[in-house]
């Protein structure tokens, strides 16, 4: 992934430098309740979080979990999900369509 910071440089000058992250990242479901991770979803580390949500419900619901409520943070609030988290029946609860 490609990214941007703001350095200092030997005589203290501010200097942009370009970088590249090589990794990987994931996104997860869990139980509050029970304080236990119920799906997890690995992507590269340049891959969009938001394309990720359908994959950790459908997962979530394989298992035979009865999961109403999903909580994620603005990322999520893009895209399709909100209308996905309508057709599956679940709460959205940072927002309303």
């Known amino acids: 992934m490609k990214g941007k910071r703001v350095v200092r440089d030997a005589q203290g000058a501010r200097v942009v430098r370009e970088g590249y992250f090589y990794g990987y990242k994931i996104q997860a479901s869990l139980n509050a ?3 236990m991770i119920t799906s ?6 340049n891959a969009p979080d938001n394309e990720q949500f359908a994959a950790l419900v459908m997962r979530d619901r394989a298992q035979g979990l009865a999961v109403e ?5 603005r990322g999520y609030d893009d895209t399709e999900n909100p209308y996905w988290f309508m057709w599956a029946g679940c709460v ?4 309303h369509i």
């Open 40 to 45: 997890v979803v690995v992507t590269a580390g």
């Open 69 to 73: 409520t999903y909580a994620a943070d």
């Open 33 to 35: 309740a029970a304080e």
């Open 92 to 95: 959205a609860p940072y927002r």
